[in-house]
């Protein structure tokens, strides 16, 4: 059976290397009381979206955009039970992963989200053409990767505008957004086995803590 889960993982370097501290949330059922979404649009379009059995293999979220004439739509798609408060040495960065299909002829654009400050933040920014299942994975995001939702004919975020991964005690939201633009015409597509992994800096006084086994065991080493 396919479950919600979140899990924490550590990783320390020694010696001079950079040690983090990973947090990682997953999704693989997409039930609807753990997803939220929300329109940005031009014209009049409209979208639905929730749980249906055409995942992979299992249950996913299907999407739908609705688009009237010369109009645009993107849905920010929220995975509500992901969130990370940003600690004192900020965050390293951000790596994702969905998979995705499309229906053929018929792409939509997909990206990674996150979220700060009721303030909406895309990066990757791809289109879907795929029509067999795919996974879309990114390397770690920074903060100046992801520009902010601003959804037109031509366009769907503005690279001037980044979220702040140094801003301690701000909340980060995770999701996936979805877009279309043009019409009239209706677009589906389906989404499963969603992940992100959150990556924070510690602070000086837990690195200091992890560099001391090491640097015991080089004394040790020197020593012999």
Known sequence: MKSLTKT?????????????????????????????????????????????????????????????????????????????????????????????????????????????????????YLAATQTQWTTAVSDTLTESMFGEVNVSLGSVQNMNSNPDFDLVGSTLQFGFFTANSGGPIIIQSNYDNFSVSAEAVPEPATMALLAIPALAALRKKKSR
């Not at 040690?19 to 031009?42: C, E, L, M, R, Y």
């Not at 109009?71 to 992963?97: C, D, E, K, R, W």
């Open 8 to 124: 924490l993982a550590f990783a320390t370097a020694i010696a001079g290397c950079a040690v983090s501290q990973a947090q990682t949330f997953s999704d693989t059922t997409f039930n609807n009381s753990d997803w939220s979404a929300i329109s940005f649009t031009q014209g009049t379009t409209s979208f639905t979206a929730g749980q249906v059995s055409l995942g992979n293999p299992d249950t996913g979220r299907q999407v739908t955009h609705d688009l009237g004439d010369t109009t645009a739509i993107g849905v920010a798609h929220v995975f509500n039970p992901a969130s990370v408060t940003i600690g004192t040495g900020g965050m390293a960065g951000l790596t994702y992963q969905i998979d995705f299909i499309v229906q053929p002829f018929a792409p939509v654009g997909l990206g990674f989200l996150v979220v700060q400050n009721g303030r909406y933040y895309i990066s990757n």
